[in-house]
T-cell receptor
Framework: AQSVAQPEDQVNVAEGNPLTVKCTYSVSGNPYLFWYVQYPNRGLQFLLKYITGDNLVKGSYGFEAEFNKSQTSFHLKKPSALVSDSALYFCAVRDMGTEDYKLSFGAGTTVTVRA | GAGVSQSPSNKVTEKGKDVELRCDPISGHTALYWYRQRLGQGLEFLIYFQGNSAPDKSGLPSDRFSAERTGESVSTLTIQRTQQEDSAVYLC???????????????FGAGTRLSVL
């Protein structure tokens, strides 16, 4: 079985401050990991992914995420948050050993960046 | 098309009525997915299509839910005798194959917001 946990329902930061959105995962084998962002009344947009290689993955809009196998985590980070980063963020995982279509999503974290 | 298109964007219906939700995937994408997103919750997998066959319908919550797909194009999700608990955003996503395997990135439509009164 595969699953994702996003322990924080909400994250609030001031503009210009670092932003971290937490994600932990559970898989039987090795993971493929993803972050998506959802703006109001819009579908999910892909931000970044970890498949293999460097543990630090860089994605769109200045976001990056660090894969930590020992802690089974894939936290999303941005060094300096913008008000426009306010949105709902989803972490997702797929177990490399399972059917290649199945992604499991976390419940989402609402990020609010105040000016 | 340029992206995944879903229609209608909003649907309000009365309890007990049937509804049809439409998804038009990115041209050339062989795989298509339906998800349900309830208010304040994550995405709940409903069904997956590879071409026009559905190898995994395990996420459909009841026999009131069904879906079909014409070839590698449009898919319709039908909910019969709608209940208030069906109120949610229904999201569609598509992806393509590369060297015989599905690409991992799913591309999402904007969703259909269904409200059952």
């Amino acid at each position: 079985a595969q699953s994702v946990a996003q322990p924080e329902d909400q994250v609030n930061v001031a503009e210009g401050n670092p932003l971290t959105v937490k994600c932990t995962y559970s898989v039987s084998g090795n993971p493929y990991l993803f972050w998506y962002v959802q703006y109001p009344n819009r579908g999910l947009q892909f931000l970044l992914k970890y498949i293999t290689g460097d543990n630090l993955v860089k994605g769109s809009y200045g976001f990056e995420a660090e894969f930590n196998k020992s802690q089974t985590s894939f936290h999303l980070k941005k060094p300096s948050a913008l008000v426009s980063d306010s949105a709902l963020y989803f972490c997702a995982v797929r177990d490399m050993g399972t059917e290649d279509y199945k992604l499991s999503f976390g419940a989402g974290t609402t990020v609010t960046v105040r000016a | 098309g340029a992206g995944v298109s879903q229609s209608p964007s909003n649907k309000v219906t009365e309890k007990g009525k049937d509804v049809e939700l439409r998804c038009d995937p990115i041209s050339g994408h062989t795989a298509l997915y339906w998800y349900r997103q309830r208010l304040g919750q994550g995405l709940e997998f409903l069904i997956y299509f590879q071409g026009n066959s559905a190898p995994d319908k395990s996420g459909l919550p009841s026999d009131r839910f069904s879906a079909e797909r014409t070839g590698e194009s449009v898919s319709t999700l039908t909910i019969q005798r709608t209940q208030q608990e069906d109120s949610a955003v229904y999201l569609c996503a598509s992806t393509t194959m590369f060297r015989g395997q599905l690409k991992n990135i799913q591309y999402f439509g904007a969703g259909t917001r269904l409200s059952v009164l």
